[in-house]
């Protein structure tokens, strides 16, 4: 029973293998124009919906682009250059292909657009069947165009079916769309999907203030100590520290104090100042990696008392 297997498979492979053998190999290269009115995206339309024919008989394989894109990059070759027949059969044959697919297409007048499609022989290189089509009015007519004639030059009926055809479409950025018949089925509404709730981004925890005596050393690790030295003139205002709006000490300044703060992490500290009840409008940045003490001076400038973080 187990060699009957065996032997029953093999056989089914080897049939599957000779109906792949068949199949022709078609290489379809980029449509051609001499109007720079024609883009690389309509061109490119245009070879997809005639790959899209050859595909759907069933009937032939098709030779990748990427394939054809790297045969014509080892000759140095580009798509223009590949439109010599000849030339595009012999790369379409180096491809491994049996047949080619070229076209192109003519622009007249502005507004008026043509297609000829040309299947070739890569042996021969005859042209063994060929399609024009003339004064199309618009790039959806050219994409229908092209899709029609490919058809017919394959004997196949795009449009049939039960019930009298699929019915008419248009063609949009390269996809075809058909025409809804008539009293169609309702589609259901999609059930919206719910929006994930964010998870929440952890804070940096508060630094912790630590008001110490003046003169004390410079503690370890994440700790900042600032001092405070002051100078006036029959003034002797009392200032209140704060860090990323936290408290954390006060002073008057002619007896010199120094606070000491823990930051919880490094980096970038604003420091806000006030003396007497008025806050300072200026914010003193304060790089808890980079220094461990800070050093503001009070003075007495022309528009009233300030404070001077020095470097």
């Known amino acids: 029973m187990k060699h009957v297997i065996i032997v029953l498979g093999l056989f089914l492979s080897i049939q599957f293998l000779s109906a792949q053998d068949k199949k022709l190999r078609v290489a379809v290269f980029d449509p051609t124009s001499a109007s720079t009115s024609i883009d690389e995206g309509t061109k490119e339309a245009v070879r997809e919906v005639i790959s899209e024919v050859f595909v759907n008989t069933g009937k032939y394989s098709m030779v990748e682009r ?8 080892e000759q140095s070759l580009s798509n223009t250059d590949a439109f010599d027949e000849s030339k595009a ?7 491994g292909a049996n047949q080619i697919v070229v076209s192109v297409i003519t622009v007249v007048g ?35 165009a092209a899709e029609s004639a490919t058809a017919e030059l394959l004997g196949v ?5 039960g019930g009298g055809g699929s019915g008419s479409g248009s063609w949009i950025f390269g996809k075809k769309t ?36 003046q003169h004390q050393p410079q503690p370890a690790g994440g700790d900042v100590t600032l001092y405070f030295a002051g100078s006036s003139v029959g003034k002797n205002p009392t200032a209140k520290i704060y860090v990323d709006g936290t408290y954390i000490g006060a002073g008057t ?36 990696s980079a220094k461990k003490q800070f050093i503001f001076e009070y003075i007495k400038g022309g528009f009233g008392y300030e404070f001077v973080l020095k470097k």
């Open 66 to 73: 990427a394939m054809l894109q790297s045969v014509m990059k």
């Open 89 to 95: 059969a012999e790369l379409g044959k180096m491809a």
């Open 110 to 144: 502005g507004n008026s657009y043509g297609i000829s499609i040309k299947i070739i022989d890569v042996i021969t290189t005859h042209i063994e069947q060929q399609k024009m089509v003339r004064n199309l009015r618009s790039l959806n007519e050219l994409l229908d």
């Open 157 to 161: 009926d795009i449009h049939s079916g």
């Open 178 to 213: 058909e025409t809804k018949p008539a009293n169609p089925t309702p589609t259901p509404t999609p059930t919206p999907t719910p929006t994930p709730t964010p998870t929440p981004v952890p804070q940096p925890a508060p630094v912790t203030p630590v008001v110490t005596p």
């Open 253 to 288: 300044l002619h007896q010199g104090f120094s606070v000491s703060f823990s930051a919880s992490h490094g980096g970038n500290h604003t420091v806000k100042i006030e003396w007497d009840g008025v806050v300072s409008t200026k914010d003193y940045k304060i790089n808890t």
